[in-house]
């Protein structure tokens, strides 16, 4: 990238003093736009969290007085409440699944080279390269048959469903430079399959097991089109919740809820870039 | 039983959970929902025997579903299309720059892949509705104060640029960053002007990036729910909300999975024929 930079900014000798104002120009347009483009970014997340501390009875941007009095109503809705805890409870058993599952699945296709490896990796990805809402509908189909809508179960299938590929790629990129002979060594030392891959090959995936949990559980706790599907008046998250008010009232209590929401997205974002790196995290999704 | 014998059985079980997943949780549903879009579908008796090929023809022979069809591509055009546009130069910029500038830039561009559809809906839904800041802003730019903007195109294609821009960036990002410093310099060196670099040069060769950020994004949009459904209220109408509309409020599961395949079958269509481009393009 230095190159580039260069390359593109540096006149050669005897040329040198004849562009610099536009290339500055250029620069300083191009950092102008990103920052505008940021803006709109970040503009809907500050909109809902600012309209959350209005102190009027419906929503108001931007918000009139300040008042934590939304925060409070949402902690004391039953049905706000109850659904944020089933979606942290299905989003932290999520994590703990799909990592298990994902895990192993990168051991098998990272241990050695074999015939139809690749068909194996492009069938392990390939719910990603379906529509979420098709996969709602299959799955509504398929747990009416079962008589798994509105099941724990069911929910936390279709939010796997979603993160496992992600767990797998994540482990997969942590393990792109292992030697696998370094497990094989601990074989021939006498050590158990489990043994060896517990003790030898799993600190070695670390960054990427807890980069791959980390997006599990928001890819879970964040999820909304599969679980209109397969959420019922038993089971519900609160991403579905807030669905069904957003399309019919107005009320700052929602958006409290949202900022909630946002704030442990938040968490979790400052817990995997705080221990990874940003750069290494999304280093996986840029070079696919 | 020797080593390697030992080892490929080992991998068998290491793989065996993630088959057994994809066959419960994938498989078996897709499969049920290609059976049920050429079943007969009675309402007392669920699905008949035999085959049926009555719902592939009710969709197809009702010109309201082409419509549906015609809109949903067209809306996640018009999506890749402002992408590339206002994504593009960001990308240079986290190519160009290092430090601080870069990290704020990336992280402005990410952090929101971690909030849920649903909030950043609902803030373009609080920013763009009736009383928002933007509505109010409307006659300033000579419109009249009561033109909706909920509801409307213009407002689904803003959510969806919003959700899937980060998709479009770091492809782009990618292969500017993956150009060969040496192509740049002898550029220069032969004497092209720092313009005439980046048309004939740096931009032929981010092609590839852009063409793998459009896929991506339009396979992204035309399978989007929440945001057409939530920023449209119910008026624009594309496939997905006419998929969720059979399952869950006309229970016509026939005509539903028949949309599904459909959107499937394109979706993939699209993304096969970008994925060969590019690979003729490379070899």
């Given at each position: 990238m230095p190159e580039i930079s260069h390359a593109m900014t540096a006149s050669p000798a005897g040329r040198r003093n004849r562009r610099p104002a536009g290339m500055l120009a250029v620069r300083a347009g191009l950092i102008g736009f990103s920052y505008l483009v940021l803006v709109f970014m970040v503009a809907p997340m500050l909109t809902v969290i600012a309209s959350s501390?209005?102190?009027?009875?419906f929503i108001r941007f931007p918000p009139v007085g300040f008042s934590f009095k939304w925060f409070v109503a949402a902690i004391q809705d039953e049905t706000l409440s109850y659904t944020l805890l089933v979606s942290l409870g299905l989003a932290t058993a999520c994590a703990v699944l799909s990592i298990i599952v994902g895990f192993l699945a990168a051991c098998g296709l990272s241990m050695s080279q074999f015939r139809g490896r690749e068909v194996l990796t492009t069938f392990f990805m390939s719910p990603l390269m379906v529509p979420v809402i098709v996969l709602g509908a299959a799955m509504l189909q398929f747990f009416a048959s079962l008589g798994m809508l509105d099941t724990v179960g069911g929910v936390l299938l279709g939010h796997m469903l979603v993160a496992v590929p992600y767990a797998i790629r994540l482990v997969g990129v942590s393990l792109d430079g292992f030697d696998w002979d370094l497990y094989r060594a601990a074989r021939n030392l006498g050590a158990s399959e489990i043994v060896a891959v517990t003790r030898v090959v799993l600190p070695s995936a670390y960054s990427g097991i807890v980069a791959g949990a980390t997006f599990a559980f928001i890819m879970s706790f964040d999820e909304v089109t599969i679980s209109l599907f397969t959420t019922g008046t038993k089971v519900q998250t609160l991403p579905v919740t807030i669905y069904r008010s957003v399309e019919y009232s107005y009320e700052p209590v929602i958006a409290a809820a949202s900022s909630i929401t946002v704030g442990i997205a938040a968490l979790a974002l400052i817990a995997i870039f705080g221990s990874l790196g940003i750069e290494r995290v999304f280093g996986a999704e840029e070079t696919r | 039983m020797n080593n390697s014998t030992r080892e490929r059985l080992f991998r068998l079980i290491l793989l065996l959970p993630i088959a057994i997943f994809l066959v419960f949780a994938f498989i078996v549903p897709m499969g049920m929902m290609l059976s049920n879009s050429a079943r007969h579908f009675d309402p007392l008796l669920g699905a008949t025997e035999g085959w049926s090929a009555e719902y592939y023809q009710a969709v197809f022979s009702d010109p309201f579903y082409w419509s549906v069809i015609a809109k949903t591509g067209y809306l996640s055009l018009a999506a890749v299309l402002v992408c590339i546009l206002i994504g593009y130069p960001v990308a240079v910029c986290l190519v160009l720059f290092q430090g601080r500038h870069r990290t704020i830039i990336y992280t402005g561009l990410l952090a929101p892949l971690f909030v849920s559809a649903i909030v950043r809906t609902y803030g373009w839904l609080i920013l763009l509705g009736q009383g928002g800041p933007i509505q109010s802003a409307l006659p300033w730019l000579g419109?009249?104060?009561?033109?909706?903007?909920?509801?409307t195109e213009t407002a689904v294609v803003i959510g969806l640029v919003h959700l899937f821009l980060a998709m479009m960036v770091l492809p782009i990002a990618a292969s500017l960053r993956n150009l060969d410093p040496a192509v740049l310099n002898a550029a220069r060196i032969h004497g092209a002007s720092p313009v005439r670099v980046y048309t004939r040069v740096i931009f032929p060769l981010s092609l590839p990036g852009v063409l793998s950020g459009a896929v991506a994004v339009f396979a992204l949009s035309a399978g989007a729910f929440v945001t057409p459904a939530i920023l449209g209220?119910?008026?624009?109408?594309?496939m997905s909300y006419s998929i969720w509309e059979q399952f869950s409020v006309l229970h016509n599961f026939g005509q539903g999975s028949v949309l599904s395949i459909f959107l499937v079958v394109s979706v993939a269509a699209v993304v096969f024929l970008a994925s060969s481009t590019l690979r003729s393009k490379n070899a």
């Open positions: 501390f209005t102190s009027t009875n | 419109l009249s104060p009561m033109t909706r903007i909920i509801g209220a119910s008026k624009v109408r594309v």
